[in-house]
């Protein structure tokens, strides 16, 4: 990578982010010296990037909070690359995100030139993911299980054992585990005041809870 395509990514790189990471994490990820990361990161300073650095636990380099960049600019590759792995995703039925996946999907899509989108579809064409599909999820569970975890909101659950007995539950997702053939979803069971993992394809019905919901 020359230094010009580097220092963009950079920039591109905190932007993303938006918390501190290490110089050090930077010169890892794109293979150069400590002391070079340092130089590209002056570098981006003189050039009017307002690049600044915090000491301690969660600190490093990250761009100031007040400012921001034109919108990100995406390749017919890049995008191809993002709808493919977004579709594999979807069609697989492991992230319970959907409507979130599709509605980011969109916006890629939308905001390539005709020219791109035309790339776009002839690289789709020749992109392919074998995969065995999860077992099929309510959209309606899925809604909930999503706002669920974004929004770090209690639910109720009704949910099915592998013998077929359905039990109602009181739960807090704390992780999500996508396999290749199911979704489990690591969480504290509120009634119990213990912690369990839950396959998402058993969820039978879901029902977000008031956030301030304590255990009993």
């Avoid at 994490?25 to 590209?40: E, K, P």
């Avoid at 600019?73 to 493919?84: D, I, K, P, W």
């Avoid at 109720?156 to 290749?180: E, F, G, N, P, Q």
Wanted: hydrophobic share 45%; glycine share 6%; aromatic share 6%.
């Amino acid at each position: 990578m020359r230094r010009t395509e580097r220092l963009f990514a950079i920039a591109e790189c905190l932007r993303g982010r938006r918390t501190g990471v290490t110089a050090q994490t930077l010169a890892d990820r794109f293979g150069v010296t400590l002391r070079t990361m340092y130089r590209d990161l002056d570098s981006l300073r003189s050039a009017a990037l307002p690049v600044a650095s915090e000491r301690g636990r969660g600190g490093g380099f990250a761009l100031e909070r007040s400012y921001s960049l034109p919108p990100v600019n995406l390749s017919a590759r890049e995008a191809a690359l993002l709808l493919a792995v977004a579709g594999w995703a979807r069609d697989l039925r492991v992230i319970p995100f959907v409507s979130t996946l599709e509605s980011a999907s969109d916006k890629v899509r939308s905001a390539l030139s005709l020219s791109s989108q035309r790339a776009l579809l002839e690289h789709l064409e020749t992109l392919k993911f074998v995969g065995v599909p999860a077992p099929t999820v309510s959209p309606a569970v899925r809604r909930v299980i999503e706002r669920a975890w974004f929004e770090a909101r209690p639910l109720a659950i009704r949910y099915a054992s592998a013998d077929h007995i359905v039990t109602k539950r009181r739960i807090r997702i704390r992780t999500i585990l996508m396999d290749r053939g199911e979704t489990r979803l690591n969480a504290t069971d509120l009634d119990k005041g213990e912690e369990r993992q839950f396959l998402l394809a058993r969820i039978e019905a879901a029902e977000l809870l008031p956030l301030d919901l304590a255990p009993p």
